[in-house]
């Protein structure tokens, strides 16, 4: 007889766990890779500041526009797995093609091609995540799948150093060697069985009928995408804090081992701080890793030596394991099962219209500015979602 009259806490369904795993592997490649691209583009290859904000922007105005499109399909045909299956093995085949081709435009063509595959998976995977989360446990869901993406994105860098010591500049093969555990990956979502749900009554495909939602969605829910979407326009590529350290004293390695304790923090932070925001709500959790990411950016805005960047990674880590999921898990909670891939699409979508804005702007600005004003403007700007978002009330939130 069980003594102790606190719930045993919910446990993860079979599918998260898979698709967890899946995330992981496909980290692990995104990740061997991510923060090596923008040092073998500049610095190998000869490739302009503004190339790499405009690329990255691009690359993710690309995928967010996908995003919204297949969130809203996924409803509208009543299944999630195929387009996580699809955008997975897309994902994969991308992975080795700046090695295959070492150019500007292999580089470009494989980021690129690899939005293309996160924008095809994102929405319907998050929909069939949260399709799989007991109630009361999107926070715990999201957070668990979170620190499992995130603890590929810890291996693969290190992976990435590992290989780099004994191979140094041997970019072209780490590409390469990044198709092995992607493949693995995209055959791992063959394992995963689709959540069932009843599918949206409609037939409209066109590729703007996501923003259709935009008017029956709930009220808190529009508040939720407007401030997480201030947010975006602000939120530059990650590249910019590795280059940002780098500048300040870092050797190659170093930026990459900063990012490495970032993405550590942020695999061992977002469980617990998932679980901790189904108990004190979302906005509360989410908020907090606002401010945290507001100091953060203005510390590396005002980086005078490279020691100085290594607490900054580490609290930026708190800031991703603290808004990530949760804001996904907060959208879920706002909208029913059935239109939860067009809900988190269309956030995620003009997230990443966002994101398209916030890299060129910083790229930009950096070239031509000042180094520290991408950094002060997007401190700037997540105070001002910090206070946007603190103002909902909701007593689904309180």
Request: charged residues 15%; positive net charge.
């Amino acid at each position: 007889m069980n003594t102790n009259d606190t719930p045993s806490p919910p446990r993860i369904p079979r599918a998260v766990i898979i698709l967890g795993i899946v995330s992981l592997f496909t980290d692990m490649a995104s990740e061997m890779l991510y923060p090596v691209a923008p040092l073998y583009l500049t610095g190998v290859l000869g490739a302009s500041m503004v190339l790499l904000g405009v690329l990255e922007g691009v690359a993710e105005g690309i995928g967010g526009f996908l995003k919204g499109y297949f969130g809203a399909v996924s409803d509208r045909t009543g299944t999630r797995a195929p387009f996580v299956r699809l955008g997975y093995s897309l994902s994969a085949l991308s992975k080795p093609l700046p090695g295959v081709w070492g150019t500007v435009a292999g580089v470009v063509t494989g980021r690129v091609a690899d939005r293309f595959g996160k924008g095809i998976r994102s929405a319907p995977r998050d929909a069939l995540l949260s399709g799989y989360a007991p109630k009361g446990g999107q926070g715990r869901v999201f957070g668990f799948h979170r620190a499992m993406d995130t603890a590929g994105a810890v291996v693969g860098p290190v992976v990435a150093l590992i290989f780099l010591a004994y191979y140094p500049g041997q970019f072209r093969t780490l590409f390469l060697l990044a198709f092995i555990p992607s493949v693995i990956a995209a055959a791992s979502t063959f394992f995963v069985a689709d959540a069932k749900f009843e599918p949206v009554p409609s037939k409209r495909y066109s590729p703007f009928s996501v923003f259709a939602y935009w008017k029956e969605a709930p009220a808190e829910y529009r508040r939720v995408v407007i401030g997480l979407t201030l947010f975006s326009v602000v939120n530059s590529s990650d590249v910019f804090l590795i280059l940002r350290a780098r500048a300040s004293g870092f050797s190659d390695a170093g930026a990459i081992g900063g990012y490495v304790l970032y993405n550590t923090v942020f695999a061992l932070g977002a469980y617990p701080l998932g679980v901790l925001s189904d108990r004190l709500g979302k906005r509360a959790v989410l908020t907090g890793g606002l401010a945290v990411y507001a100091l953060v950016y203005l510390g590396f805005a005002f980086l005078t030596n490279g020691w100085q960047a290594w607490p900054l990674f580490a609290a930026y880590g708190v800031y991703a394991a603290a808004t990530e999921g949760v804001a996904k898990a907060w959208i879920a909670e706002l909208v029913p099962n059935e239109k939860r891939g067009t809900a988190i699409g269309l956030q995620t979508m003009l997230a990443s219209f966002g994101a398209l804005a916030a890299s060129s702007i910083a790229g930009i600005l950096w070239e031509y500015v000042d180094r520290r004003a991408p950094f002060l403007l997007a401190t700037a700007g997540a105070l001002g979602a910090f206070f946007l978002l603190a103002g909902i009330r909701s007593a689904k939130q309180e």
